[in-house]
């Protein structure tokens, strides 16, 4: 199964794109990073609020910023996707990746089961209010997943092979 | 200043950084620095993007805590930064795309305290001033991490 994603992948015109230009592969990277300081400076801050810090902030007010933490987050999407369509094999291959997608998920699992069943009780969250204490948790397992997520990625290129 | 930095690159915990196979020494120096940029630079763009306009519910006062959150992500940076340089400090002080890094930085700290003064003086609202600060900070920062990217491709970027 793993043998034919990358051997189909690696067949890509776009796979020898990302590998065969010079450019591509840094200026992936540097756009990687930077998708990384929009969602971790947005999506750090709400879950700052859902912990009940910043607190002069109401939820509506930080989550209007919401935005750009998402287009930080499809940024790093598409790049990551480019990535993996680049050099499959040394991602598959690599426990490190698998941590980073495990953590994505629970950090994706989160944010939907938040957004799906707490999103109008959240609203009613002003500026002074203290949060309760499932939006705590759930603010601390967002900080947490997504540095986690940050972390195992980190880590591709010294556990694995990786690039 | 070249026997300086071969001096420092010799010392045992230089050598420890550079050759050790643990998880402790370079990558894990290595992700400190990614955790700092992504305090550093997410707080400021955060402030930024509020500047520039979006997220007007915001109250900008309100988003003072953030400066605390870039200066905790410079001073990870900064110290991971020394550690890192120590590592390879031949090779990376001589490096252009390092000293162009190193200027952006500097450039990008001066500018940050002037947001501070600029962003939440007595004003009401937010002054043609602060605005262009928050564009120029943003472009500061995101080229900063272009040119550290580009540390790892010398020679890649119009030869530096």
Partial sequence: ?163 | MTDFFAMIENTQFSTWLRESNSIWAYPTVLTLHTIGLGLLVGANATLDLRVMGWGQAIALADLRPLFRWMWIGFWINALSGVVLLAADATTKAAAPMFLIKLGLIALGVVVMTLQKREAFAPAAAVTPGARSLAAVALTIWFVAIAAGRLMAYPGLFFGL
């Avoid at chain 1, 450019?23 to 992936?28: A, I």
């Avoid at chain 1, 990277?29 to 700052?48: A, C, K």
């Avoid at chain 1, 996707?81 to 629970?106: E, S």
Wanted: charged share 10%.
């Fill in chain 1, 1 to 163: 199964m793993s043998h034919w994603i990358i051997t189909t992948l690696k067949a890509t015109e776009l796979s020898h794109f990302m590998t065969g230009s010079k450019f591509m592969w840094p200026l992936c990277e540097t756009l990687h990073f930077v998708g990384l300081t929009l969602l971790i400076g947005v999506v750090g801050m709400l879950d700052l609020r859902l912990l009940g810090r910043m607190r002069h902030l109401s939820y509506a007010a930080v989550h209007s910023l919401i935005p750009w933490g998402i287009f930080g987050f499809v940024i790093n999407l598409v790049t990551g996707a480019l990535f993996f369509i680049g050099a499959p094999d040394q991602y598959l291959d690599n426990v490190a990746w698998w941590y980073k997608l495990a953590f994505l998920a629970i950090a994706g699992l989160n944010v939907l089961y938040f957004e799906t069943t707490q999103a109008k009780r959240a609203l009613t969250i002003g500026a002074g209010d203290d949060t309760p204490r499932a939006f705590k948790v759930i603010g601390a397992v967002s900080i947490v997943s997504w540095f986690m997520v940050l972390y195992w990625g980190r880590m591709l290129p010294f556990i694995g092979t990786a690039f």
